[in-house]
């Protein structure tokens, strides 16, 4: 069975300090998918990570795959109060119909 | 237009009553799917639908009843719910090729109903 893990499970931190935030995954996969999810909303796609070494950045957040070690990593950096939000990880099912979420991290900046 | 919609955007309902989540995508996808999303929980897959028919049944229970009339179209229909099924019902989609969904292809998630019953 496939099962995705993240941690941490909830993340408070300062802004303007920096974080990273892991995604690992039981199964061999070469795709990871990252999402946010603000209070009551739906799911944004952040970043498709598509083969070992992936790496892409939009503003604050740089995603990362690492297909060997089965782990993503979603750094912060110099983090405002927007970016707080819950924040999920998706690896393809083994039958690639669909997505195994991991179970989100919960992001809140302090100003 | 990358854009997923749902109606309604809230529902509340009693046990007893029927009534149905629709969600529209017209970016050509032929997969689609309903997932539940409970509280600070990751969306829970129920249905996917391929080619409008029926791939994926998470073990649904038959309260819930899914229909796909065309490819642009997605119908949750409910009947005699629990309370417990209170959540946020999330429609999304995204392209397929052959048996399966075009892997590196994100899935684009409508915006939810939720629904209450009381």
């Known amino acids: 069975e496939l099962k995705v893990e993240q941690n941490p499970l909830f993340l408070s931190m300062q802004e303007g300090k920096n974080y990273t935030i892991y995604c690992n995954y039981s199964?061999?996969?070469?795709?990871l998918y990252w999402y946010r999810q603000d209070p009551g909303k739906s799911l944004e796609s952040l970043f498709v990570l598509l083969s070992n070494g992936a790496v892409k950045q939009e503003g604050r957040l740089m995603a990362s795959l690492d297909t060997k070690a089965r782990l993503s990593t979603l750094h912060i950096t110099a983090a405002v109060h927007d970016l707080s939000a819950t924040y999920f990880c998706?690896?393809?099912?083994?039958?690639?119909?669909?997505?195994?979420f991991g179970p989100g991290t919960r992001l809140s900046v302090l100003p | 237009d990358t854009e997923v919609t749902q109606t309604p955007k809230h529902l509340v309902m009693g046990m007893t009553n029927k009534k149905s989540l629709k969600c529209e995508q017209h970016m050509g996808h032929r997969a689609m799917y309903w997932y539940k999303q409970k509280a600070k929980k990751p969306p829970e897959l129920m249905f996917v639908?391929?080619?409008?028919?029926?791939?994926i049944n998470e073990s649904v229970p038959s309260r819930f009843s899914p229909e796909c009339p065309n490819s642009s179209l997605l119908n949750l229909h409910l009947h005699a719910l629990q309370p417990e099924d209170s959540a946020l019902y999330l429609c999304?989609?995204?392209?397929?090729?052959?048996?399966?969904?075009?892997?590196?292809?994100?899935?684009?998630f409508g915006p939810g109903t939720r629904l209450t019953v009381l």
């Open positions: 199964t061999t996969s070469d795709r």
């Open positions: 999304a989609s995204n392209s397929i090729r052959g048996g399966g969904r075009v892997l590196g292809d994100t899935q684009y």
């Open positions: 998706a690896v393809d099912s083994p039958y690639g119909q669909n997505f195994v």
């Open positions: 639908y391929s080619y409008e028919k029926l791939s």
